[in-house]
């Protein structure tokens, strides 16, 4: 069992930056796929980046590429998403997410543990 535990959401201005934190805990955390994913209201939880196991590789959706950064601290056993140049439309529930297979999916079903959220709200 996995427990994830999201901080750092808020508000935020358009053109502003947030760090999102996810604190893992009981299972080595060196060994889960970890992704970022987010749920706007009415619409459908989407990918938003994802890291590999060493923090080799990473992935981000399109409409985030250039302007948010996933990274690791497996010392730490916490993942980072730092968001830069935010937009209005970037408001959404933010989820950090652990999958126990070395692949970066997009897809929710292959993640195996969920944090609670954290919101993250951009003014215009």
């Known amino acids: 069992q996995v427990q994830l535990v999201e901080s750092g959401g808020g508000l935020v201005q358009a053109g502003g930056s947030l760090r999102l934190s996810c604190a893992a805990s009981?299972?080595?955390?060196?060994?889960?796929?970890m992704g970022w994913f987010r749920q706007a209201p009415g619409k459908d939880r989407e990918f938003v980046a994802g890291?590999?196991?060493?923090?080799?590789?990473?992935y981000s959706a399109d409409s985030v590429k250039g302007r948010f950064t996933i990274s690791r601290d497996n010392a730490e056993n916490t993942v980072y998403l730092q968001m830069n140049s935010l937009k209005p439309e970037d408001t959404a529930v933010y989820y950090c997410?652990?999958?126990?297979?070395?692949?970066?999916?997009?897809?929710?079903?292959?993640?195996?543990?969920w944090g609670q959220g954290t919101q993250v709200t951009v003014s215009s």
């Open positions: 890291i590999s196991w060493i923090g080799a590789t990473t």
């Open positions: 997410a652990a999958g126990v297979t070395p692949i970066i999916y997009q897809k929710e079903r292959e993640y195996n543990y």
């Open positions: 009981g299972r080595t955390f060196s060994r889960l796929t």
